[in-house]
């Protein structure tokens, strides 16, 4: 069997696995799958390499594929659009992505190749199942398609504290340190703070602090104030804050998210409070959770309500 031969047949086999999760309603496990499918024909799509032995109308239906995969789960991820590409549309495209190699038809949807993004999903780099590559290696692809040298990316986006209301509280979250048995090794590290539903739908505006600028011994110090943007007691039941630790990989030219730490509203109080870490992709849903390390390592916070 060819190199594009059995490439081909795991691309199918992520295809069909992330289709399986959608189906049993694993979304957070499908939209990893889908979103790190995506970027493997993305990067198909865009190699300049004269080896491959793809067609340019074959990478452009990969480029297709890749489009549909980001849309259903864009829809997963978005209560609002659930409908707008469903799961029995995606299923119509698997023939296409099994028979690549000889597929000369239309494709179904009216639909574009979009650009590959330069920020993969959480633990995106940990979860290429299918593409085995060591860590000091050069990767697949060209080394340029992924960067995350963004203008002002490291000043944050964090935003200020909402007017208060009578009888309701604002809260601050002071992010203090995380501990980590690698912290001096962490390049610009920062925290995406979101608040989430019970099924992962943001509640607020997602924030980044800026990045870290010291790092001692076990722990990255950030000493920076985090405003919730939204008042305690207009918080669903079920809801949680997320903090996201993210870094930048210097030998992938990428930002991963490291690991995760979450807060449900009833570790709400004044004062100091640590929480535990945990593996990625992050699970907004909460429902499978895996400690990052069996060592106390802790994100620690420090909380304040305002209240009229």
């Not at 997602?206 to 104030?225: C, G, I, L, N, S």
């Not at 405003?227 to 991963?256: C, D, M, N, V, W």
């Not at 109080?269 to 699970?283: C, F, N, R």
Request: hydrophobic content about 35%; overall charge negative.
């Amino acid at each position: 069997m060819t190199d594009i031969n059995k490439t081909v047949q795991k691309w199918h086999a992520s295809f069909k696995k992330g289709t399986d999760f959608d189906s049993w309603g694993q979304l957070v496990e499908a939209i990893d799958e889908y979103q790190i499918l995506a970027r493997h024909l993305q990067k198909e799509v865009q190699s300049t390499t004269n080896s491959s032995e793809l067609s340019e109308d074959q990478k452009k239906t990969l480029g297709k594929i890749a489009t549909c995969l980001e849309l259903r789960s864009t829809a997963l991820q978005t209560a609002q659009t659930q409908e707008e590409f469903k799961l029995e549309d995606l299923k119509t495209l698997e023939p296409i992505i099994k028979n690549i190699l000889s597929y000369n038809k239309d494709f179904p949807f009216d639909v574009q190749p979009v650009p590959i993004r330069k920020i993969l999903a959480p633990g995106e780099e940990e979860n290429l199942e299918f593409e085995e590559e060591d860590e000091a290696g050069a990767g697949v692809g060209s080394p340029d398609l992924f960067t995350t040298r963004v203008p002002g990316a490291a000043e944050g986006t964090l935003l200020p504290r909402l007017p208060s209301e009578p009888g309701m509280a604002l809260l601050t979250i002071k992010i203090e340190k995380i501990g980590l048995k690698d912290a001096g090794q962490c390049i610009d590290p920062y925290v995406t703070v979101s608040v989430k539903d019970i099924n992962g739908v943001d509640l607020t505006p997602v924030q980044d602090t800026p990045v870290a600028t010291r790092k001692e011994d076990m722990y990255v110090h950030f000493a920076v104030d985090v405003e919730i943007q939204k008042h305690i007691e207009k918080l669903p039941k079920g809801a949680a804050i997320f903090f996201e630790f993210k870094h930048y990989k210097p030998k992938k030219r990428f930002t991963s998210t490291k690991c995760f730490a979450f807060m449900e509203m009833d570790e709400i109080k004044a004062g100091h409070i640590v929480i535990e870490l945990y593996k990625k992709p992050t699970d907004f849903k909460r429902k499978k959770l895996h400690l990052l390390t069996k060592k106390p390592l802790y994100l620690h916070l420090h909380q304040t309500l305002h209240k009229e």
